[in-house]
């Protein structure tokens, strides 16, 4: 039984982990819009929901990369892949290739999203809570 509603509930719960590991990185394009060669990133999202849902281990986990020793220690995430630079829409002077409208407006699409998967898992939760109760 507990093996069922896993599987019933596991692609959303997939879904909310890669869309809230996708916020973190846009909210840190956002934080970093102001400093001098920061490369705006993000990810693949069905890339990564491919290998959310294949169950990709931490060896395959999201990867950073250091290239400053003051910067910190990227951690791990379970959503699998890599963070992929966003094209250059407009240079800059300092090298820095955030694009705040953009970075709003995929902000702002993902949040919609992960409230969208949360709306759904609420009414799988509520339809299996009426089956269980006999109603």
Not at 10 to 19: C, G, I, M, T
Not at 75 to 87: E, N, T, W, Y
């Amino acid at each position: 039984m507990i093996n069922k509603l896993d599987a019933a509930l596991s692609f959303h719960q997939n879904a909310l982990r890669v869309r809230g590991q996708r916020q973190e990185l846009i909210a840190a394009n956002i934080a970093n819009a102001d400093t001098p060669h920061y490369k705006a990133r993000d990810i693949d999202f069905n890339a990564a929901m491919k290998n959310a849902m294949a169950g990709a281990s931490n060896k395959e986990a999201f990867n950073t990369s250091k290239t400053s020793p003051n910067h910190l220690d990227g951690k791990p995430s379970s959503i699998g892949g890599d963070a992929l630079f966003r094209p250059v829409i407009q240079g800059s002077v300092d090298g820095n290739t955030v694009d705040m409208d953009v970075e709003r407006n995929q902000f702002a699409d993902n949040a919609i999203r992960y409230e969208a998967s949360i709306i759904m898992i609420n009414g799988q939760l509520k339809k299996m809570l009426s089956a269980i109760q006999g109603q």
